[in-house]
């Protein structure tokens, strides 16, 4: 099997690429799609069906093309949902929406390129030459294609405990990844609920139980205790402020500029806002030290600060805190054993030091995905095995130029090879949420579309 363009992965970077593509190529290009997801494009993300799973950001800006900034908006409107632009949309409509938007373009077979979804997994690549990549898939096959997108996501995130502090008898309380929502037909009424992880997930978790009817206690356990800012509701959202940036590119320089900022008026909200633009722009003229610092002591703020919830979802998980229904701590997760009726949690207070257990009938896990390096995918550990990748200097991804061409050991570009998404974060940082993955897309489909011509 012969393609133009290999789109490897099943996410959204996988669909936002296969989108431009579609409206890029000539007619006479041939492109395949490999990946065993049946809800290609959907993920993990926008494949769940609660109507209380809401986006993070505002539906205005969440089209997945950016010269078109209104159209997540318009389709909205025209499948009789919610249509202001400030209102946040379920991920469950945002789904259906790229659906909708791929099936446009694959109607119009005449005038577009052709397509191949292939329900496989790329197992290894065997040839990188001038003439393109070879890929053993794996149910047997063999594809080459002359240009290769890799749009692999993040894993989930292990349990954050030492290997052996965890009682094998107890395995079926722990729910490693929660997004297999079939554990939530398992959970009674009244049982007692652990949460490790105090970020989107767990909010998302938290509603899907309430939900399915659970009315039992549930605790949040994170290193910090920090849960994620609401934005600011329809009509009350400041308008941008750009920041002010100091000479230095110290971290410790720029955090005291922002809050400079903020103690003379400027709402902390629109500073954020008006940050995004210039994110990417920041982080690449940090040196490798600094970025390591914010990763280190930075990163947990960042998160609660930029990925920001929907007003209605931070409403209900408040009233649940209020109501004493949830309750947050801070501290290190110690050991898992037997209880009496489930599990016996161990963890370090943060503040206190002191050792705290208590029973659990159910441990969720929620603490986030793994970065999107080179470990979690058995098809980039063979291809840095072969030399032709390598991991990015703080293994957030792969190292790639601005341009999200692939580079190989000795900082070459590959040609024809390309990642795009939470791969590419070691040189973009803001690189996961749709309104930077959409632009990044279109970029690499316009390169790929400019060496065809």
């Not at 993300?45 to 900034?69: C, K, Q």
């Not at 955090?255 to 990417?280: H, I, K, N, S």
């Not at 209605?312 to 997760?333: C, I, M, P, Q, W």
């Not at 991804?397 to 341009?403: A, E, I, K, Q, Y």
């Amino acid at each position: 099997m012969r393609y133009d363009v290999a789109v490897v992965g099943s996410g959204f970077s996988a669909i936002a690429v296969t989108i431009h593509l579609l409206r890029m190529l000539p007619a006479s290009a041939s492109i395949a799609i490999v990946g065993d997801d049946p809800g290609f494009g959907r993920g993990t993300a926008y494949r769940t069906e609660f109507y209380i799973h809401r986006l993070n950001v505002a539906a205005g800006g969440m089209s997945v093309y950016p010269d078109a900034p209104d159209d997540f908006v318009e389709w909205l409107e025209q499948n009789g949902r919610q249509t202001s632009p400030d209102g946040f949309g379920t991920r469950g409509d945002y789904g259906l929406y790229l659906r909708d938007r791929l099936a446009t373009l694959l109607r119009d077979r005449d005038r577009r390129a052709g397509v191949d979804f292939l329900r496989a997994k790329a197992a290894s690549c065997v040839h990188c030459g001038e003439a393109g990549l070879v890929f053993h898939l794996d149910n047997g096959a063999k594809l080459s294609a002359r240009n290769v997108v890799l749009c692999l996501g993040i894993g989930n995130a292990d349990l954050p405990v030492e290997r052996g502090k965890v009682d094998p008898s107890v395995e079926r309380c722990i729910v490693r990844n929660p997004w297999r929502l079939n554990w939530l037909s398992k959970v009674g009424q009244g049982d007692k609920i652990c949460i490790l992880g105090s970020g989107l997930t767990m909010l998302d978790q938290v509603l899907a139980l309430r939900v399915h009817g659970h009315r039992g206690p549930i605790r949040v356990l994170s290193r910090r205790g920090l849960l994620p800012h609401m934005h600011a509701r329809a009509g009350e959202r400041a308008p941008e402020v750009r920041p002010e940036f100091p000479p230095s590119r110290e971290i410790s320089a720029l955090l005291a500029g922002f809050r400079r900022q903020v103690r003379a008026g400027a709402d902390w909200r629109g500073l954020m806002d008006g940050l995004r633009p210039m994110t990417q722009r920041l982080w690449q003229e940090l040196s490798k030290g600094q970025r390591a610092r914010f990763l280190r002591h930075g990163l947990p703020w960042w998160n609660i600060h930029r990925h920001r919830i929907a007003p209605e979802v931070f409403s209900k998980v408040n009233s649940l805190r209020k109501d004493g229904v949830v309750t947050v701590h801070a501290g290190f997760l110690q050991a898992i054993g037997e209880g009496a009726h489930g599990a016996s949690v161990t963890y370090i207070e943060r503040r206190s030091r002191r050792h705290i257990t208590f029973q659990t009938d159910w441990m969720v896990n929620c603490t986030g995905m793994e970065r999107a390096g080179v470990a979690h995918s058995p098809l980039l550990r063979k291809m840095q095995r072969q030399g032709l990748i390598t991991e990015d200097e703080l293994g957030l991804g792969l190292s790639v130029d601005r341009n999200a061409r692939v580079l190989d050991l000795n900082e070459v570009p590959r040609r024809g090879l390309y990642a795009v998404g939470a791969l590419t974060a070691g040189q973009f940082w803001e690189i996961t949420a749709v309104p930077d993955i959409r632009v990044q897309a279109r970029a690499v489909a316009g390169d790929i579309a400019s060496r065809m011509q």
